[in-house]
């Protein structure tokens, strides 16, 4: 069984960066959509980053501008860079790989920004 893991996480100052990574234990037949959402203590969770099988990317308002989504089709992998990441970015993150046949998804990353 595939499964997805999500690295990168971890504490970082208003203002910082950090590098989010997702890959796949194993291949994943018919890639297409992967993207990430995220989900705060006591919010509902939010879609905010897509990117087709082409390299077609979307963003959600709140993160449009500071945030960059990437994949390696060959690697099943995608990944979010955030830049000028604020305290309201304080999530759990989860990354997501559509399938021919399902959705696999990670069990998340913390990313916490604070001094």
């Known amino acids: 069984q595939v499964h997805v893991v999500e690295s990168g996480g971890g504490l970082v100052q208003p203002g910082g960066s950090l590098r989010l990574s997702c890959a796949a234990s194993?291949?994943?037949?018919?890639?297409?959509?992967m993207g990430w959402d995220r989900q705060a203590p006591g919010k509902e969770r939010e879609g905010i980053a897509r990117?087709?099988?082409?390299?077609?990317?979307s963003y959600a308002d709140s993160v449009k501008g500071r945030f960059s989504i990437s994949r390696d089709n060959a690697k099943y992998a995608v990944y979010l860079q955030m830049n000028s990441l604020k305290p309201e970015d304080t999530s759990v993150y989860y990354c997501?790989?559509?399938?021919?046949?399902?959705?696999?998804w990670g069990n998340g990353t913390l990313v916490t920004v604070s001094s």
């Open positions: 997501f790989i559509n399938g021919r046949d399902m959705t696999y």
């Open positions: 194993g291949s994943i037949s018919g890639i297409n959509t």
């Open positions: 990117i087709g099988r082409g390299g077609t990317t």
